[in-house]
């Protein structure tokens, strides 16, 4: 089993639909985790750190499931912008993340 | 302030040549690493370095060398070059202490014929 896996998607969706994806880690000891967001030929930007009470930035909605091990990233009114890949980072230790292979997102009008 | 800057952007390399990826971050964080991305493989590292003075081997270091410069720089090497090798790489940078955030730099897109 991978460390970190996610559904490679890609999810299509209109804009103004709400879309969620979820991240599984099987590292149960795990204490940080990351939303980074990556568009084409670029690098990963940072989007939101995962905190046990869930974490809301506007638009964006990122919550932790210790119990089965996951995290999720739930985006309501998607924008033609929201278009791009979305990778989970898990610490699984030390200073180290694990990245998982990226969710791809399609946003259309 | 640049964050994490990498150089060059592209590379071409023929089997067997050698080459160093460099990477400066001017955040003074103390930590500091280098991935390779590959298609459906997600972020891969090679070796990251906690600290100034100390580097440790990541999930795939075969290949690679590196070298702590000073708290700012941070290079891989690449002593002979390989096919296998064709990747975008990355260079990271984070504090050294919770929650452990990374920042990028643009990264090198490197093809080895």
């Known amino acids: 089993r991978k460390e970190v896996e996610q559904d490679p998607g890609p999810f299509n969706v209109p804009e103004g639909a709400t879309v969620a994806f979820n991240c599984t880690y099987s590292?149960?000891?795990?204490?940080?985790f990351f939303w980074y967001r990556q568009d084409c030929r670029k690098e990963p930007k940072l989007l939101m750190s995962?905190?046990?009470s869930g974490n809301e930035d506007g638009r964006f909605t990122a919550q932790l499931n210790r119990a089965s091990q996951y995290i999720s990233l739930l985006i309501r009114d998607s924008k033609l912008s929201d278009s791009a890949t979305y990778l989970c980072a898990v610490n699984i230790g030390g200073n180290k993340l694990v990245f998982g292979a990226g969710t791809i997102l399609r946003v259309k009008s | 302030n640049a964050g994490v800057t990498q150089t060059p952007k592209f590379q071409v390399l023929k089997t067997g040549q050698s080459m160093t990826l460099q990477c400066a971050q001017d955040?003074?964080?103390?930590?500091m690493y280098w991935y390779r991305q590959d298609p459906g493989m997600g972020l891969r590292l090679i070796y990251y370095?906690?600290?100034?003075?100390?580097?440790d081997k990541g999930e795939v270091p075969n290949g690679y060398n590196v070298s702590r410069l000073n708290k700012r720089e941070f290079s891989l090497r690449l002593e002979s070059a390989a096919p296998s090798q064709t990747s975008v790489y990355f260079c990271a940078s984070s504090e050294s202490g919770q929650p452990y955030e990374q920042y990028f730099g643009p990264g090198t897109r490197l093809t080895v014929t």
């Open positions: 590292n149960s000891a795990s204490q940080s």
């Open positions: 370095s906690a600290s100034e003075g100390t580097t």
């Open positions: 955040m003074n964080h103390n930590s």
């Open positions: 995962v905190y046990s």
